[in-house]
Nanobody
Framework: QVQLVESGGGLVQPGGSLRLSCAAP????????MGWYRQAPGKQRELVAS???????NYADSVKGRFAISRDNAKKTVYLQMTSLKPDDTAVYYC???????????WGQGTQVTVSS
């Protein structure tokens, strides 16, 4: 069974930074599109950022210029560096691994990020 293991969430003050990590040891990581999604209470899950196998990135408008997604294929790990955090960024953040053809799609268990003073 494929597992995506997330870490790095927590409580941070507005304006602070956090880095999320997601390890995916059980997949051919190099071939997968990796993404971070988030879901706030009462809201739908939304895409935050994604990074293709070739390194092309995509960001939600709400996080452009503040968040950066990266991947280390040797470590089979994807990262989300979050800076200038706002209370609106409070959510459970989920890691996603999707094979380009759509035949495989995996989710992490989620990690809570809370931005509050």
């Amino acid at each position: 069974q494929v597992q995506l293991v997330e870490s790095g969430g927590g409580l941070v003050q507005p304006g602070g930074s956090l880095r999320l990590s997601c390890a995916a040891p059980g997949i051919f990581f190099n071939l997968y599109m990796m993404g971070w999604y988030r879901q706030a209470p009462g809201k739908q899950r939304e895409l935050v950022a994604s990074i293709a196998s070739g390194g092309t990135t995509n960001y939600a408008d709400s996080v452009k210029g503040r968040f950066a997604i990266s991947r280390d294929n040797a470590k089979k790990t994807v990262y989300l560096q979050m800076t200038s955090l706002k209370p609106d960024d409070t959510a459970v953040y989920y890691c996603n691994a999707r094979f380009p053809s759509g035949t495989s799609n995996y989710w992490g268990q989620g990690t809570q990020v809370t931005v509050s003073s």
